[in-house]
């Protein structure tokens, strides 16, 4: 008779450690550590104590993530830099072509071909050159014929 209640406790422990192996996964991992739980029968084995190492798996961030991120941050350069033109330009009859670059957060401008300051006047339709190496400086008054995008100024750039 003893060895049938042997037999009948083991079965229950063994049930026991079953629904504790299913309750761990839902459990956090402090209740994991928890000292296993006996039955109540005289004579019964205790259950063999886990020495299992509770890892916790190393978070790496997704592809996903990592290109996402990376798209934000171009379209917020996109949106902040100043954005080249390519500027017709005409005086006394002589008709240009260069690339303006406008300044960062409404600086002085630039003409990418010479080493002038250039100031564009997109109200007045005018573009002016200044020579700021000289004690005085001296601007040269330029009537702009025509201005496009940034796609049009990279192409210019790309032909020469």
């Known amino acids: 008779m003893a060895k049938e209640l042997k037999k009948t406790s083991l079965l229950s422990e063994a049930e026991k450690q079953k629904l504790l192996k299913k309750g761990q996964a839902k459990k956090p991992v402090a209740a994991a550590s928890a000292a296993p739980v006996r039955s109540g029968y005289v004579g019964s084995a205790s259950a063999p104590a886990r020495a299992e190492a509770v890892t916790e798996p ?4 997704s592809k996903a993530k990592y290109w996402l991120g990376l798209a934000v941050l171009l379209l917020v350069a996109v949106v902040i830099c100043p954005k080249p033109q390519l500027v017709h330009y005409q005086t006394a009859g002589m008709t240009t ?6 300044g960062w957060f409404g600086g002085e401008g630039r003409i990418l071909d010479t080493k002038q300051r250039a100031v564009l006047s997109e109200q007045e339709q005018s573009l002016y050159l200044c020579f700021s190496e000289q004690k005085t400086e001296q601007c040269i008054k330029y009537q702009v014929k025509q201005q496009q995008g940034p796609v049009a100024a990279l192409l210019y750039l790309s032909r020469q």
């Open 58 to 61: 190393e978070v790496k961030p």
């Open 97 to 102: 072509s260069s690339v303006y670059m406008p």
